[in-house]
């Protein structure tokens, strides 16, 4: 059986609480519900700018879908609710699970990273805030390798070149099973953590991991590749 | 559970055309690349676009408990679309859309039964045309447009909602994604259509009511209008040229594209 060394998480609502974010747009739109409309339409628009070969970076994205959905429905965006907004998805705190079961990883010998849609700028603030940045071995960001945009196939492919590993070493972890489909078409594994408002999508590869947190995917994939 | 149906939805762009988007989007962009010539083929999206996808609510109502799930639907059935593209791993529209609406069951801890499926299937093939559609297809056709479709879901000509809404006859070819294996807004399927008209990629003009649509289009070559219906509006990113024609309606539209005829 090929074994899994290295495990690569997603970072927006996989590990960092995105819902921080919503009262950002529950005071623009008057409804916390918008927050779910944004994020939709940021992976949507992210998606077709990657499909028609047009890099745009994630922030920017972020912020003319925001005008987008903004103008129909009449509500002004200043700069300082753009600034706002950034400022609050660069602070996204853990989710509690997420501190002990990454060290758990990292004591049962995995090497640990991350791969990101967004900037390595913003990601870094995200990790440095929330105490995580330590436990990755590196960090990746598809705005310094790929210029492409999850679930695109060569976003993977650049962090399993750059570690000089095979594909069947490497594991994605994520909460979005349009990312644990990116991984598994580049070859790799894929556990998904069901956090709210995400499940898994049975029509497409099946993630080898599944779990409501991150504890119980830590769990499987040590018994599956850990040591002993 | 999330409802979207609470988001703020003000109509300021009924009655109100390019004068007002042009405040909110720097559209003085748009103005400058206007269509100088009119287009030889017409390609029209059709969910959403021509057809009303709010005749499904009653069965989101009665699943979820709320009818504007089904904007959440289809916003997922189009993401997903799009991941299996990336992937290059397609499904058939169909069972994408179902699995999509198995997966939101499981989020919203709602059970999803075959026959809810089979329903959701039966009412996206009765579909009903907005109001602007169907006296501005036939102008368009008067004028002497060629008209066809390109839809991300089968095309079903002879049977599907363009039949039963009585508009299928208006278009000489119905062409769906599916014969590319990949869906919009990759360059192949606007590349099918060309080759399906026997034109080239600039005769097309993408019309819809989805910008993701119209950024494949544009970065493919084709021109491009934006039916900015409720709740529509472009996206504004380097790199991507909007839309020539943008427009509340498609009587709007229409119109623009007869004057162009008559030039």
């Not at chain 2, 045309?129 to 479709?149: C, F, I, N, Q």
């Not at chain 2, 409720?230 to 709007?252: F, H, K, N, R, Y």
Request: proline share 7%; hydrophobic share 45%; net charge neutral.
């Amino acid at each position: 059986m090929p074994t899994v060394r290295n495990i690569v998480f997603d970072c927006n609502e996989t590990i960092l609480d995105l819902t921080t974010i919503t009262p950002v747009f529950q005071r623009l739109f008057g409804a916390p519900g918008a927050m779910r409309l944004w994020f939709r339409e940021l992976i949507t628009y992210s998606q077709a700018l990657t499909i028609a070969d047009v890099y745009v970076p994630f922030t920017d994205i972020g912020g003319a879908v925001l005008e987008k959905i903004a103008a129909p429905r009449g509500v002004k965006i200043t700069a300082a609710d753009r600034q706002e907004l950034t400022d609050r998805f660069a602070t996204m705190p853990p989710y509690p699970d997420v501190p002990a079961a990454l060290r758990r990883l990292k004591a049962a010998g995995f090497h640990l990273f991350t791969l990101t849609d967004n900037t390595a700028a913003i990601s870094g603030r995200q990790l440095a805030h929330g105490g995580l940045v330590d436990l990755f071995d590196r960090r990746f960001s598809v705005d310094d390798t790929a210029k492409r945009h999850k679930p695109a196939p060569e976003a993977y492919a650049e962090v399993t070149r750059a570690l000089g590993a095979s594909p069947s070493h490497m594991c994605m972890v994520a909460c979005h099973t349009w990312d644990t489909i990116g991984a598994q078409a580049a070859g790799w594994e894929a556990g998904l953590i069901r956090r709210v408002n995400n499940d898994v999508l049975d029509i497409a590869a099946q993630p080898q991991y599944v779990g409501t947190d991150l504890n119980a995917i830590a769990d499987q994939i040590i018994a599956r590749h850990g040591p002993g | 559970m999330y409802r979207p149906h609470q988001i703020g939805r003000r109509p300021v762009l009924a009655g109100i055309g390019a004068a007002a988007m042009a405040a909110s989007f720097k559209l003085s962009l748009v103005r400058a690349q206007a269509l100088d010539r009119a287009p030889g083929v017409l390609v029209f999206d059709v969910a959403e676009s021509l057809l009303d996808l709010r005749a499904l609510r009653p069965l989101f109502e009665r699943a979820f408990g709320s009818g504007a799930m089904v904007d959440e639907w289809f916003g997922e059935t189009i993401l997903y679309s799009e991941s299996a593209t990336l992937t290059d791993t397609f499904a058939p529209f169909g069972q994408l859309g179902a699995g999509v609406l198995r997966m939101l069951g499981r989020i919203h801890h709602v059970s999803i039964s075959e026959a809810d499926v089979a329903e959701l299937g039966k009412g996206l093939a009765s579909l009903p045309a907005h109001p602007d559609v169907p006296d501005s297809l036939r102008k368009l056709k008067e004028a002497g447009y060629r008209l066809v479709t390109l839809t991300d879901s089968p095309a079903n000509p002879g049977r599907g909602a363009l039949q039963t809404a009585g508009l299928a006859d208006l278009f000489e070819q119905q062409l769906s994604a599916e014969a590319v294996r990949r869906y919009k807004p990759a360059r192949e399927t606007y590349e099918m259509v060309a080759r399906a008209t026997g034109t080239r990629l600039p005769e097309l003009c993408m019309i819809a009511a989805h910008p993701w649509d119209l950024i494949g289009a544009r970065t493919a070559g084709c021109s491009a209008a934006l039916i900015a219906r409720d709740g529509v509006a472009p996206l504004i990113v380097p790199g991507i040229e909007p839309p020539q024609i943008i427009a509340p309606s498609l009587t709007d539209i229409a119109a623009q594209l007869i004057q162009l005829k008559h030039a």
